[in-house]
């Protein structure tokens, strides 16, 4: 499928490492349960990676795997490479994990209403039968399995929603590359990590 990316990047005991401290940090749990949306959701920041012990393992483990991914994708479509903009990883991620019957159930495209995000990234951090992400345009539903990167434009045309398991756990990251605002500001919003299209590779963030 064009513009869909699918590469196996996290060994299972990473995805494991990674699941044992989101429950070491229950403190930072929040829990969504909306009409499309139910889920128990930590947020995460690349900026944070080696300052938060319990944090710290997982935040690298997903970091190095997106190094790998967001590359691949680049060259899978240099077009991306030689836009008229700037874009870089978004430095906060989630971590969600949803108990069965829970899910995004909702249509939903990622750039709406927020307008500039460029890609969306999820990792499966569980072997989770019917419960991938089905795309709408694709006509697709991409298999929730464990240690998988999937990349893929935020436009409309991948709207997509998940998958609801009615009897297993799903456990996922997932987060956006955005463009570089005009005139954006490190020091003051430091929300986006330094990845230049002309040169794609991640970089320490300022």
Known sequence: IPFLYRRVLLEENQCMEILNEFWKNRHLHKKIDTDFKVATQMECKFSEKNSRILLSKSVNYIWDALEVAIQDYV????????????????????????????????????????LERFLVWTIYLSNTPDAGTEFLNQNHIEECKMGKVVICPADWQFTHRGQISTSHCKFIATGWYSYFVKDYDFNTAPEISILSTRFPSLKTLR
């Open 75 to 114: 060259k899978l479509y240099p077009q991306a490479g030689d836009l008229h903009l700037d874009w870089g990883m978004s430095n906060s991620f989630n971590l969600q994990f949803y108990n069965p019957n829970e899910g995004f159930k909702e249509w939903h495209a990622e750039n709406l209403p927020t």
